[in-house]
């Protein structure tokens, strides 16, 4: 079992900053990449960013430029900077840890809160 623990949401006006931090603990030996998903009110979880073995694998158009995906030892701790916020850029973020060569290896973290003000 792997337990994901994400910190670092909070309320923040349009064009400040953010750094949301995601901790793996418990057996991460079969994680093999991690993500930040995010999911406005009324609309689906959608991929925000990705990245495997220190590689960022993909960020989704609308924060191109304006956030990082970066991670720590790899399968254990993953972050989010997140510059130049917008009032669409609100929504519950998830960290996701998950193992390509193992279906049940896939990980969900509880969410943090992220409101932008205009």
């Known amino acids: 079992q792997v337990q994901l623990v994400e910190s670092g949401g909070a309320l923040v006006q349009a064009g400040g900053s953010l750094r949301l931090s995601c901790a793996a603990s418990?057996?991460?030996?079969?994680?093999?990449?991690m993500a930040w998903y995010r999911q406005a009110p009324g609309r689906e979880r959608e991929l925000v960013a990705a990245i495997r073995d220190g590689a960022v694998t993909y960020v989704v158009d609308s924060v191109q430029g304006r956030f990082t995906i970066s991670s720590e030892n790899t399968k254990t701790t993953v972050y989010l900077r997140m510059n130049r916020l917008k009032p669409e850029d609100t929504a519950v973020y998830y960290c996701?840890?998950?193992?390509?060569?193992?279906?049940?290896?896939?990980?969900w973290g509880q969410g943090t809160q992220v409101t932008v003000s205009s």
């Open positions: 996701n840890a998950l193992g390509e060569s193992d279906s049940s290896c896939k990980y």
């Open positions: 418990g057996d991460t030996s079969c994680i093999d990449a």
